[in-house]
């Protein structure tokens, strides 16, 4: 099974903060995808990032989210002026070996206060 | 994307078969049917995919109808650590996958 590890795994920031996510793969993937969960409630999809560029977007991914492939290796999902909202898991996700599956991390907690 | 409807929880007893049931009657032609699990605080984890008849692996069957309108997910003989929340999701890919709210399964002793 494909691995995915993200850092932080919790994370407190104040709301109008910028905080940056991260998710490195054990193995090289041109696919990315992020999804957030806010507590009690269902995994939403944000984006998927192909080959250094954004594929498909929620509605939920507004100009307040950004994603970057930084150094070839890992993904990064920015989060600039942090809402109370904001606060829920934030997974990234990698394709699985039959391409219409997914692997995810164990996630970033953000609490935004 | 096909819409999904599955129960909001489920109970059980150690031990027992669990069958989860999933209706997607507009599901298309180029669709996947995928199973996940995810445990309080973790992400997703895929148990199992399908495209028509029968798929087992070493977790889970999966069954699915020659009509593809609805998928069972089965799982055999289980134990308080599945307790979870269980998935149903179609799709051709994994680009852009929509959660529903899932089935809640609760294992009792």
């Known amino acids: 099974e494909p691995e995915v590890t993200q850092t932080p795994s919790h994370q407190v920031t104040q709301m109008g903060q910028e905080v940056i996510l991260r998710c490195v793969p054990i193995?090289?993937?041109?696919?990315f995808y992020w999804y957030r969960q806010i507590l009690g409630q269902k995994v939403e999809f944000l984006v998927s990032?192909?080959?250094?560029?954004?594929?498909?977007k929620s509605e939920i991914f507004d100009d307040q989210f950004s994603v970057e492939r930084p150094d070839g290796s890992n993904f990064t999902l920015k989060i600039r002026s942090t809402k109370l909202e904001d606060s829920a898991m934030y997974f990234c996700?990698?394709?699985?070996?039959?391409?219409?599956?997914?692997?995810f991390g164990q996630g970033t907690r953000l609490t935004v206060v | 994307l096909a819409k999904t409807t599955q129960p909001i929880s489920m109970d059980s007893y150690e031990g027992q078969e669990v069958n989860i049931t999933c209706s997607h009657n507009?599901?298309?032609?180029?669709?996947?049917i995928t199973w996940y699990q995810q445990f309080p605080s973790q992400g997703p984890r895929f148990i199992i995919q399908g495209y028509k008849t029968k798929v087992t692996n070493e977790v889970a069957s999966l069954f699915i109808p020659a009509d593809r309108k609805s998928s069972t997910l089965s799982l055999p003989r289980v134990s308080l650590s599945d307790t979870a929340v269980y998935y149903c999701?179609?799709?051709?890919?994994?680009?852009?996958?929509?959660f529903g709210a899932g089935t809640r399964l609760t294992v009792k002793p």
């Open positions: 990032f192909y080959n250094n560029e954004i594929s498909e």
């Open positions: 999701l179609v799709g051709e890919s994994n680009n852009d996958m929509r």
């Open positions: 507009n599901i298309a032609t180029n669709d996947y």
């Open positions: 996700a990698i394709p699985g070996p039959l391409g219409t599956e997914a692997f």
């Open positions: 193995s090289n993937h041109l696919y």
